[in-house]
């Protein structure tokens, strides 16, 4: 083995040892068992940053291990994988000195660190994934790495939630995994090569393959919450804060828009899909999530609940992006949303959870005021909103701005109408919030108050939100500097050759 | 013993000869048992990785009994499926024999009723002897008839182990089993019997090799299929298995359902596909996919439906099956040898799998007093390993990557698509579907720990009631990652393999 | 020939019999013996297949073999199968006779 | 390093400070500083001031890593604003900090105030596309928190309000902006000229930059959010913030280089509708700070009217362009003054002198264009303009504008009477107050009148027939005040403005409350899982019909005969 396939294996042990001896380790060993988490995490993003950067110059790896014909399984690091690796990686340290915080004095905590790992052991797999087979391996074991989080709190209600979860998952699965062996059986093994399959077989194949990325998208849609397969996210909202802010920013939603990216871009390309002409169906799918959820959103008084639609909404900016993949801008627009939504998404939650764990607070209504006892959560929370509703300097309006520009590039005057529209919606959602918290007056005692200290609450809850906030709000304003998400996105459509 | 080089085809006497000698060692000697028992396991493991050796080394072997040659003579003989046939067995027998070892002293520390399960113990080791021999006889044989003797022994082997346990529900079971297995042996005999008039000849090698598909041979056919059919628990002659496995005790659970039911279903598929591949027609192949696609879909509803843990995974067993019958149509266009990989994996990654999940089962018995699935929450405070393997094993059921069953699946479904036979993708699909939702109802109980639970663990907690299932469902979770090794073995010995990896097995 | 057939079909009827009354008859007793009436059947028509008409060569020695395994075989499964059913009639109050028939037949002694 | 790299770096550093001053003041009002942070309020501006009086013009820095592409500089209209913008904002900051003393939401003040402060620096110093938009959102958002400060249920209504609108100005903002983009191809506020802009694009930027100055349709938030504001951010929102809006046509639209004759009718029609519409609401209100907000509607109006006129052709263009700038800083002057002097009467606690009502009085005339005060001078200029462009134009002078400016005097005698009938407690800094309103007065008063820019109108408004032009409608405008309070007095004209405010609000509420409402309706159990639980019986059942050996015996046979058939 070369050096680059031992720092591909090593990036993935990383974080599958820790939650390996995590899963071994006894219950009540919990600085070991911090002290293990954070270690993997940041020996993760130090292999993680060494990959990128020799990504960036230049060179690639990979491991392939050929099973049966056909099967084979294939890691693979290039640039669109380094990114979402790096946002995995990064967002997992942040979200694991969170959970550790979060958890504090809660029982099962080994057990729910452990999974914590192997998730994002998983995530990361998903991310080097080198071709569709290793990509579908990786999204079965990330529903299933993810359930037993989801279900952490054993209520019955969060029973029904998992179990909602795992239909939709595995259904999703089973789909997907229908849809690559079919395309296997019509264009043979399909590596993420970047430019797709041959165009000939389009010629000779086309309803097929119509059909085809049809059900891949099905099958990779229903984890990134496209419309009429989103029914999963808001129940599993009773998962734990970290666990949400995992689901919704780090791994699972983030899994399916990534597997939006790779089919559009790497399956079928650019050049394919154009001929198939299947693009305006991945349009209108898109459009009409980003609307229905916003509106859903809307409709929601639990926090998190409307954060969850958001999410489903969000996403789909992604997918937007992806359906005028043969505008470059909007392709950094949808790809640099992945990195975007993900860092607002878990600032939310994080925010979320503070709120949660500190005061009680789960409904919007029980918000009013409360930023006059937790000003550095609501700061954070009103910059990941700010980001949310596209707001300058903060990240999401760079991604809208791409997105409006790929758009309008390809005549498509809609798409900035659905971004004005869902700007406005998005406001409609948060700004309330907002000022309700910053402005309106405590109403009476806070529901539960569980903490209270020389913080506004545990410093471990504090700070994750702080630093996600602060990137949020960092990219956004270097967005053009050298080293910024976007700066990353545009090499990679570089790379594509776009 | 200067005889036995390593080229010897003597050697696959052993798997045959040791278990058998060990069972009657077993019932002299009623103390030392379990020694017993594990030596003649341990031996047979290493015979068997023995045998696979030579199989890669000298190919193809066959050892005529007391040297006399066929016709009249019974052989013996190793090819590929056989071996794998022969590892699975060896491993999970090896498992399960750690396991019982396990089982029968937990339950022996329970003072009330140690006599009982003393017993119970004293009868296990001979029998399950016993059907291990069968077993190895029944994968090795080369002769029809003699295949008669080796399902006779171990239908008689496991019926009297299914009703071990003592309680009215598994005698009834069993004496039901007995009698449906001895239909299953008469029903085949029956075919012998036509066939023998037909052909004259009992040896496969020289059944092969006549390629005489008048209509006695295909009656034959039909009736020898239907008696293994009745043993093997197809849809819709499955009922006999769900209380037979179910109320068994738990290594007797594990060793019916992995590998009792693949021995006959081994027997049907090389009939099939081996011997008489000129007499099967496309109408019959889809009648036998139809029944399998009826068996995963039935198999997995009843399973759904079920309220008892050992019942489900029973079940669970029937819907298994199924998945390999499906394989029976796609030999339209692949031929036998993507077929051998597809049940060969199915067959491994299930029998693993699934003793590995009645081991977890009867832990969690042991543990509880009982398999209600609502009310298992907690388990996993005190069995962590349990409720991890039950975990691992329940993936590899519902087919998800790595694990052997997923390869199998992905052959189905390439097979099924490159030959526009979809319908049989839809139901292997919806049938990982069913599986997963079984699994999961379990599994979502045992994943809540309520409040107040416990985590001290009863003193005689042995770790033979844990590690065993732990390792046979990584095995089973893992076998798709070494998925070439089990495909270079079937392809040895046996031409039609050959061709079909032209270049070389990967 | 004709001795040949004969003896077959006699062995197929008793099959043919035995099979009915395994499946009709619910008294385990009946089953095992409808099961041992089906094996003689199959044996009758095995031994029917070694019959070669005098002076026609030589006997197959070979069905004979078969039958004698066989019989040994139903022997020992009859052996196990009286055992499970004593067994079961004793562990279980559950009458493997019809239950309705056999109260019947305690109310009619009774009265 | 080479000089030009020096000097270069020393521009950079000079233009980041004068909207990093407050941004950092800003940030440190977090921190255990705060206290030393309101006492150094006023000092935020001063790197503006300074800048704006010495830095050269004409150079552009460019800060590529900021924000997808970061330009600023100083041009000559906008060191006008900056300066014009900077004075207000440091006379409020006093006013501010002495009236905030004792304030228990001091320090939440001031980071707003500061944020808006450095955002409207800010966007006049961008020479960028997004650099304008970043700043100018910044400015709008921070001054929400100033609208809302009071904390009372109308300010919360107008704060709501102001959001909404803001929000709609946003989106426009961001849409006309990525056409922009995308027809121009480049970022920078430059290569703005000579675009041709499609009509969609210019109603986007007059909804865009409209809302700040409350163009017509968008007007709605002004009257409530400059009478809930306290009295110096409502001054730094008449007087400074307003120009922002303006600043953006001037940006995006750069007069004399673009023109586009549908949108300059566009923003002339607008701009006189609203010219009239802001007198007409403004004599409804009964609060001095409403009132006001409507003039300021009204005199926008006015000034878009301007900007339409230098949108109809190049030439035109070049000629409004001046006159524009006059007219923002005799508004902006005048209205601030006019701010600070209502201050004044809030914190004295009791109605004006009489000097001191002669001395509110003439920034107030002032916009309705009374000789001698700089109103005449822009006034002049208007018509100037106005006649230049002949034809039906010419007719706007001689009508139009006297009208209006009658208008405008009648709603200044309303906002005296209001002024001298409002009661209030009084605050403390009573002499500050005085003090700031004294250097305002003398600003609105002179500024136009030393200006260089200005001397040609400065001097045409002396002469004899403008300066009778000019008078006759303030004496109209009085005369029909007297006339008017004479009929509102028997009438209550005061009537439900409250319940009208905010009707969009209603709407959005009601929306949103509706939605709500079907949501709670649709969170009910599923009912797929209650119906798949039926199947159970009939499963059971039939699971046990095929145990029976009847069945089985049956489906043995069948298998048989099956496979018999179908081998054979």
Redesign the interface.
């Known amino acids: 083995m070369t050096w680059g396939q031992w720092l591909l294996v090593s990036i993935l042990l990383s974080s599958f040892l820790p939650g390996i001896i995590i ?1 071994a380790l006894p ?1 009540e060993k919990h600085h070991l068992r911090t002290i293990l988490n954070l270690c993997g995490s940041t020996l993760k993003i130090a292999l993680i940053l060494i990959m990128d950067t020799w990504i960036y110059l230049g060179h690639s790896f990979e491991i392939r ?7 084979e ?1 294939l890691l693979n690091g290039d640039p669109l994988s380094a990114l979402f690796a790096t946002l995995s990686s990064v967002l997992w340290l942040l979200t694991t000195v969170y959970a550790v915080g979060y958890l504090e004095e809660s ?2 905590r080994s ?1 729910f660190f452990g999974y914590f790992s192997l998730c994002v052991t998983v995530t990361i797999g998903i991310a080097l994934a080198g071709n569709l ?1 290793t990509f ?2 990786f999204y ?2 990330l529903t ?1 790495t993810t ?2 989080l989801v ?1 952490h709190r ?1 209520t019955e209600k969060s ?1 029904r939630a ?2 909602n979860y ?2 939709y998952a ?2 999703g ?3 997907f ?2 849809a690559v ?2 395309l ?2 019509v264009v043979g093994p399909t590596d993420f090569s970047g430019a797709g399959f041959s165009p000939s077989f389009v010629d000779t194949h086309s309803t097929v393959l119509v059909l085809i990325f049809i059900l891949l998208i099905i099958g990779v849609g229903v984890k990134a919450a496209l419309v009429p397969l989103h029914g999963w996210l808001p129940q599993a909202m009773v998962a734990p804060a970290p666990v949400s802010a995992l689901l919704h920013a780090v791994a699972v939603v983030k899994a399916g828009a990534f597997g939006i990216i790779r089919i559009v871009l790497d399956v079928y390309g650019a050049q394919n899909l154009l001929l198939l002409g299947v693009l305006p169906l991945l349009a209108g799918v898109a459009t009409i999530t980003i609307l229905y959820g916003s509106v859903r959103a809307l409709q929601q008084d639990g926090l998190k609940r409307r954060l969850a639609f958001s999410t489903i909404s969000q996403v789909s900016y992604i997918a937007l992006g992806m359906s005028l993949v043969d505008q470059p801008l909007a392709l950094i627009g949808g790809l640099v949303h992945l990195v975007h939504q993900g860092l607002m998404k878990i600032t939310l939650f994080f925010c979320a959870g503070n709120l949660a764990e500190t005061l009680g607070i789960h409904r919007i209504s029980e918000m009013s005021g409360v930023a006059r006892r937790m000003p550095l959560t609501m700061a954070a929370f009103s910059i990941g909103a700010f980001g949310m509703i596209g707001i300058p300097p903060t990240v999401g309006f760079v991604s809208k701005w791409y997105l409006g520009l790929g758009g309008l590039a390809a005549g498509n005057w809609w798409v900035v109408l659905v971004l004005a529209v869902s700007s406005l919606l998005n406001a409609c959602y948060f700004l309330p919030i907002l000022t309700k918290a910053w402005f309106g007056k405590q109403q009476g005692p806070w529901p539960e108050e569980l903490y209270v200290g020389r913080f506004e609450t545990r410093l471990m809850l504090l700070v994750p939100p702080l630093v996600t906030a602060f990137i949020v709000m960092a990219a956004g304003v270097v967005a053009n500097a050298q080293i910024s998400p976007l700066a990353w996105v545009r090499f990679i459509v570089r790379e594509y050759g776009l | 013993m200067i005889f036995l080089h390593a080229d010897t085809p003597a050697w696959m006497l052993f798997p045959i000869v040791l278990p058998l000698i060990a069972g009657l060692l077993c019932f002299l000697f009623s103390r030392r048992t379990f020694v017993i028992a594990l030596a003649a396991v341990l031996a047979n493991f290493l015979v068997v990785c023995l045998l696979i050796y030579q199989l890669l080394v000298f190919g193809s072997m066959r050892c005529h009994m007391g040297g006399w040659q066929p ?2 003579g019974i052989s013996l003989r190793t090819d590929g499926p056989a071996l794998l046939m022969l590892l699975m067995t060896a491993v999970t027998g090896l498992a399960i024999t750690l396991y019982a070892r396990g089982y029968f002293s937990y339950r022996i520390f329970d003072p009330p009723r140690a006599g009982r399960h003393q017993r119970q113990q004293r009868f296990f080791w001979p029998l399950w002897m016993l059907l291990l021999a069968g077993l190895n006889g029944l994968f090795l044989s080369n002769d029809i ?1 003699n295949i ?2 080796t399902l ?1 022994l171990i ?2 082997s496991a ?2 182990l299914a ?1 071990l346990s ?3 529900a598994s ?2 079971a ?2 039901r089993y ?3 297995s ?2 299953g042996s ?2 085949y ?2 075919g ?2 036509f066939l ?2 037909s052909c ?1 000849v ?1 040896d496969l090698d020289l059944l092969q090799n006549l390629s005489n598909n008048g ?1 006695g041979v ?2 034959a ?3 020898m ?2 008696g293994l ?2 043993k093997t628990a197809l849809f ?2 499955h ?2 298995l769900p209380p037979a496995h179910a109320n068994a005790l738990a290594p007797v659970s594990a060793i019916l359902s992995a590998l009792v039911v693949k021995g006959s279903f081994y027997l049907l598929f090389r009939f099939w596909f081996e011997i008489f591949p000129s ?3 496309t ?2 192949l889809n ?1 036998m996919g139809t029944l399998g696609a009826a068996a995963i879909l039935w198999g997995a ?2 399973a759904m ?1 079920q309220h008892r843990l050992k019942l489900m995974v029973a079940y669970s067993t029937v819907s298994q099956l199924g998945y390999l019958f499906i394989a029976f149509p796609l030999a339209r266009v692949d031929g036998s040898a993507q077929l051998w ?1 597809i049940v060969i994996f199915m067959a491994l990654a299930h029998s693993c799998a699934k003793s590995a999940m009645f081991m977890v089962a009867g832990t969690v018995f042991l543990h509880l007093g009982h398999d209600r699935i609502k009310d298992l ?1 907690g388990v ?1 405070a005190t069995l ?1 390993i349990t409720v ?1 393997a039950y ?1 691992i094993a329940g ?1 590899s059921l ?1 087919g ?3 694990s052997g069953a997923f ?1 199998a ?3 189905l ?2 097979s099924s ?2 030959s526009s036979q ?1 319908w049989w ?2 139901v292997v ?2 049938g ?2 069913l599986a ?2 079984y699994v ?1 109802r379990v ?2 109980r045992f ?4 409040e107040g639970v416990s ?1 001290i663990r009863p003193a005689p907690f042995s770790p033979l009631l844990e590690w065993p299932a732990l390792a046979l469902a990584l095995i089973s979770l893992f076998l ?2 070494v ?2 090794w089990p ?1 270079h073995i079937l392809s040895q010995g046996s031409t039609a393999l050959a061709q079909s ?1 032209p270049g070389g097995l ?1 | 020939m004709i001795t040949t057939l004969l003896y077959s079909l006699t062995g197929l009827i008793l ?1 043919a019999m035995g ?1 009915f009354t ?1 499946i009709v008859h619910s008294h ?1 007793l009946r ?2 013996l409808a ?1 041992n009436v ?2 003689t059947g ?1 044996f009758l ?2 031994v029917a ?1 070694a019959y070669t008409p005098l002076g026609q060569g030589e006997i ?1 020695p ?2 004979h073999a ?1 039958v004698l ?2 019989i040994v ?1 139903s022997v ?2 009859t052996a ?2 009286l055992i ?2 004593c ?2 009639q004793e ?2 109050n ?1 009458d493997l006779l019809e239950k309705s028939k056999q109260s019947k037949a305690r109310k009619e002694s009774g009265a | 390093m080479t000089s030009p790299g020096l000097q270069s770096m020393f521009h950079a550093l000079l233009l980041s400070l004068v909207a990093g001053t407050p941004l950092l003041m800003a940030a440190f009002c977090c921190t255990p500083l705060k206290k030393a942070v309101a006492r150094l309020l006023p000092w935020a501006a001063v790197p503006a001031l300074l800048t704006a009086t010495t830095a050269p013009i004409d150079v552009v820095v460019e800060v590529p890593w900021f924000f997808m592409g970061g330009r600023m500089g100083l041009d000559e209209t906008g060191r006008i604003f900056l300066c014009l913008s900077a004075f207000i904002w440091f006379l409020a900051s006093f006013s501010a900090r002495s009236l905030l003393k004792n304030d228990q939401g001091q320090t939440h003040f001031f980071v707003f105030f500061l944020t808006a402060m450095a955002g409207n620096f800010g966007l006049i110093l961008a020479r960028g596309m997004l650099g304008y938009y970043l700043f100018f959102a910044v400015m709008s958002f921070a001054a929400y928190g100033l609208v809302i400060h009071k904390g009372t249920d109308e300010a919360a209504k107008a704060g709501r309000l102001y959001l909404t609108l803001v929000m709609i100005g946003e989106v426009a903002l961001f849409t006309a902006l990525l056409t922009l983009m995308h027809s121009t191809g480049s970022l920078a506020l430059e290569d703005m000229a000579g675009v041709s802009y499609h009509p969609l694009t210019l109603a986007l930027l007059f909804i865009g930059f409209g809302v700040k100055i409350g163009a017509l349709p968008v007007h709605g938030w002004m009257a409530p959010a400059y009478q809930a504001a306290p009295i110096p951010a409502a001054a730094v929102l008449a007087g400074a913030m307003i120009n922002a809006g303006i600043l953006g046509w001037l940006r995006f639209l750069p007069l004399g280089q673009t023109s586009s004759p549908q949108g300059g009718m566009l923003f002339v029609a607008a701009g006189a509708l609203a010219a009239v519409y802001g007198v007409v609401i403004g004599l409804k209100k009964k609060q001095a700070g409403a009132v006001l907000a409507c003039s300021s509607i009204s005199q926008m109006g006015l000034i878009t009217v301007i900007f339409g006129l230098g949108l109809l052709d190049h030439e035109a263009g070049l000629q409004a362009a001046p006159v524009l700038i006059l007219y923002v800083v005799h508004h902006s002057l005048a209205k601030s003054s006019l701010f600070f002097g209502y201050d004044l009467v809030e914190r004295q606690g009791r109605t004006l002198s009489r000097l001191q009502m002669a001395a509110l009085l003439l920034p107030a005339l002032s916009l309705a264009g009374l000789p001698f005060t700089s109103g005449a001078i822009a006034k002049t200029a208007f018509k100037g303009l106005a006649g230049t462009l002949g034809g039906p134009w010419h007719g706007l002078s001689a009508f139009f504008l006297p009208i209006t400016a009658m208008g405008t005097s009648l709603l200044m005698f309303h906002f005296m009477y209001v002024l001298r009938h409002s009661r209030s407690v009084g605050h403390s800094g009573r002499t500050e107050s005085r003090i700031i309103f004294a250097i305002s007065f003398i600003a609105a008063a002179i500024t136009l009148w030393l200006w260089p820019a200005a001397r040609i109108s400065a001097s045409h408004s002396l002469a004899g027939m403008k300066f009778l032009q000019a008078l006759w409608p303030v004496a109209g405008g009085c005369l029909l005040f007297l006339v008017w309070r004479r009929i509102s007095s028997r009438t209550t004209v005061f009537s439900d403005e409250q319940k009208k405010q905010g009707g969009f609000d209603t709407i959005l509420r009601t929306v949103t409350r509706f939605l709500q409402e079907k949501e709670k309706q649709n969170l009910k159990q599923d009912g797929l899982v209650t119906s798949l639980r039926k199947l ?1 019986p009939p ?2 059942r039939s ?1 046990k019909i ?2 029976r050996w009847k069945v ?1 015996g049956l ?2 046979l069948a ?2 005969l ?3 058939f ?3």
């Open positions: 899963f219950e291990m050929v099973i049966i014909p056909g099967v399984l029982p099962n057990h087979v579908l391996l079965e074991m299933l359930y037993p279900i054993g029973l998992g179990r795992l239909i595995f259904s699965g089973a789909v995994l229908f062996v079919w296997q059986a | 016709p009249l008839f008669y003797v006779e239908g008689i019926a009297s009703a003592g309680k009215p005698q009834l069993s004496f007995l009698l449906i001895l239909l008469l029903t005999l029956l012998i019997v023998y008039r004259g009992l209509p295909r009656a056919l039909a009736l299929s239907v059919l009745l819709p002659l009922f006999w007499t099967i027609t109408p019959a009648f509803i009843q439906r990989s929450s996993r962590p991890f975990g993936v519902m998800l990557p790595p390869i699946k992905w052959m479904l390439s698509l490159a979809w993708a839809l699909m919806s990982s579907l997963m939702i999961f599994m979502s994943f809540v720990i309520p985590f798709g990652l998925a070439p495909l990896f990967p | 099959f099979l395994l385990p089953k095992i099961v089906m094996s199959v028509i095995l297949t197959d070979v069905p078969m395994t066989g075989v020992s499964i196990l199968a499970l059913a067994r079961v562990t279980s559950l | 159970v499963l059971r699971e095929m145990g089985v489906s043995y298998l048989c099956c496979l018999l179908l081998l054979l």
